[in-house]
């Protein structure tokens, strides 16, 4: 079964960024949507950006643009999420998924495979 490893979170100050990882263990990304979602404490999960099996079509959530940034490497094997300007209203676990790309792409259904997730706290 297809495993996805996240990597690349931490606490970070208000104002700074972070690159999040997805790697996909003993298989690759290719023919897979990516997507990026997240948890807030007492929160639901929330979807981030995704991006499409080509690497050529993005949709990012609202509070996501402009600050966020979603990516595939060409060897299909990462995807990688950059946040820039990160507010403690970023706190959360960072989850990565991949399958298919399901109306917006920014919901759960259609990702049948996802990663334990990743921390990230913006805090002074």
Known sequence: QLQLVESGGGLVRPGGSLRLSC???E???????VAWFRQAPGKKREGISCIDQSGGI??????????FTISR?????????????????????????AGA??????????????????QVTVSS
């Open 27 to 33: 298989f690759t990304l290719a023919g897979r949507t």
């Open 101 to 118: 790309w399901d109306g917006d792409g920014l919901g759960p259904s259609g990702y049948d495979h996802w990663g334990q997730g990743t």
């Open 73 to 97: 490497d060409g060897a299909q094997t990462v995807a990688y999420l950059q946040m820039n300007n990160l507010q403690p209203d970023d706190t959360a676990i960072y989850y990565c998924a």
């Open 58 to 67: 993005t949709n990012y959530a609202d509070f996501a643009k402009g600050r």
């Open 23 to 25: 790697v996909a263990a």
